[in-house]
């Protein structure tokens, strides 16, 4: 069954850091993998999809993954972490044969400290 | 465009009862998703609707059901609620329900069962 794993339930940076979450993937076939993020009392917002046009996908407000076959990795990144950054991040899969079947991590909390 | 929503935002009910949530997908969307969020499971697929029919079905009993109508709004009931049942159920939807298509989320409809 696929399945992805998000390494660290909550990750805190500094303001202007670095954001790194991570997301490893687990599927027989080519996956499309997704990040969505989830502000408090809300829904889910599409950051960024993998949908193999591309290794490297760029989303919105500066974030990008990298999709690494070789590692079965979709790591999420920010060059430099602002305070509006503060959510829940969640690292999710689809394939072919599971239509829009989402299969979702276990969600990663960033803190950003001023 | 009017994103995806659903009501009611907030409900409260009592084990034993029934539930009926609903959710209004973007204009042109055809294909509606429900999940289940706790603390606990994280986010869980419930089913997908499409075109009025079911066409996935996720790992929940059978107490937990759902439907779709012509204009594409669909309904998800919960029967015999349980205290386990308490979460936020998320709706979504997307416009054939393709597995690299980005699913739009609605801010979701918080259950709490007493």
């Known amino acids: 069954a696929q399945s992805v794993t998000q390494l660290g339930s909550h990750v805190s940076v500094s303001e202007g850091a670095l954001v790194l979450l991570r997301c490893n993937y687990s599927s027989s076939v080519p996956p499309y993998l997704f990040w969505y993020v989830q502000y408090p009392n809300q829904g889910l917002q599409l950051l960024l999809k993998?949908?193999?046009?591309?290794?490297l996908v760029k989303g919105i407000n500066g974030f990008e993954a990298e999709f690494k076959r070789s590692e079965t990795s979709f790591h999420l990144t920010k060059p430099s972490a602002h305070m509006s950054d503060a959510a829940e991040y969640f690292c999710?899969?689809?394939?072919?044969?599971?239509?829009?079947?989402?299969?979702f991590g276990e969600g990663t909390q960033l803190t950003v400290n001023p | 465009k009017a994103g995806v929503t659903q009501t009611p935002r907030y409900l409260i009910k009592t084990r034993g009862q029934q539930v009926t949530l609903s959710c209004s997908p973007i204009?042109?969307?055809?294909?509606v998703s429900w999940y289940q969020q706790t603390p606990g499971q994280g986010l869980q697929f419930l089913f997908e609707?499409?075109?009025?029919?079911?066409?996935n079905k996720g790992n929940f009993p059978g107490r937990f059901s759902g439907r779709q109508f012509s204009n594409s709004r669909s309904e998800m009931n919960v029967s015999t609620l349980e205290l386990g049942d308490s979460a936020l159920y998320l709706c979504?939807?997307?416009?054939?329900?393709?597995?690299?298509?980005?699913?739009?989320f609605g801010p979701g409809t918080r259950l709490l069962v007493l």
């Open positions: 993998y949908t193999s046009a591309a290794t």
């Open positions: 979504a939807s997307s416009l054939l329900g393709g597995p690299q298509e980005t699913q739009y």
């Open positions: 609707y499409f075109s009025e029919t079911q066409r």
């Open positions: 999710a899969v689809s394939k072919e044969t599971s239509g829009s079947r989402l299969t």
């Open positions: 204009s042109g969307h055809r294909s």
